[in-house]
């Protein structure tokens, strides 16, 4: 079985579940504009960048061509507001089950790390659980322009790390992140279902389930 030299993760879905925030701050939004956002609506936004995420939301509201680009920005930035708030209130208890331990154990095999993630807001995120530690390289929404499917989310954080693209494992819930992966021969590691993640190297439920040692 082939070795991998650096891992690179995914946050939202992977590491902690940040999507309930991202939609309670959503929701109140589309509640402001008057209408219903549901938690099916917000599926679309996991792995979506802000501004890609509103124009999913507007659409649903029926109110795509309603506003300026100017009045969207406005939008964006009070539901990040909201959402700062949630974020600033969490701790090591939300890291997702396994996410810790498979961390852990990467870096005791010295395999290099990397946060490969579409949020602005993942340093907060990550100082507040408190794994910043576990990370060499932090690439998000902050460094890159291109979204997934786009690898430059992956692609930025192996040359990073200094490693080959073949060299490197991607963890991600969802579709796009693991096109992305395979775009480049990185290894498509999924987290979540087959039904939802059909593109995947492989597949585990969640980290707790993956097997460091056999691709480190
Ligand atoms: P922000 P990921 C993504 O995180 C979220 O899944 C997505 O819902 C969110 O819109 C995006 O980050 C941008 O987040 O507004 O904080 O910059 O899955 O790529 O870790
Ligand atoms: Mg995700």
């Known amino acids: ?3 991998y030299k650096a891992a690179l993760f995914d946050l939202d879905g992977v590491l902690v579940d940040t999507a309930k925030y991202h ?4 929701k109140e939004l589309a509640q402001r504009l ?4 549901t938690e099916q609506d917000n599926e679309r936004l996991k792995g979506v960048s802000r501004m890609a995420s509103l124009e999913i939301l507007l659409e649903v509201g029926g109110m795509q ?3 300026s680009a100017e009045e969207k920005e406005q939008m964006a930035a009070e539901k990040n507001a909201r959402y700062v708030e ?3 209130k969490m701790d090591a208890s939300e890291i997702l089950d396994g996410a810790l331990d498979t961390l852990k154990k990467l870096r005791e095999r ?6 490969g993630s579409a ?3 993942s340093p907060i995120i990550l100082k507040n659980v408190g794994l910043t530690e576990y990370f060499d390289e932090i690439v998000d929404g902050n460094s890159v322009s291109k979204a997934k499917p786009d690898p430059e989310v992956f692609t930025q954080g192996a040359e990073r790390l200094g490693v080959a693209y073949e060299d490197c494992a991607v963890f991600e819930d969802s579709l796009a992140g693991l096109q992305a992966a395979k775009s480049v021969n990185m ?3 999924g987290i979540g279902t087959r039904e939802n993640l059909p593109v995947a190297d492989v597949l585990y439920p969640s980290l707790k389930e993956f097997e460091v040692e056999k691709f480190f």
Do not use: C, D
């Open 34 to 37: 008057g209408f219903e956002f």
């Open 187 to 189: 290894l498509a590691v």
């Open 110 to 115: 010295g395999v290099k790390i990397a946060l």
């Open 1 to 3: 079985m082939k070795k």
């Open 65 to 67: 061509n309603h506003f």
């Open 119 to 121: 949020s602005k807001n």
């Open 86 to 88: 949630y974020i600033s």
């Open 23 to 26: 939609y309670l701050a959503w």
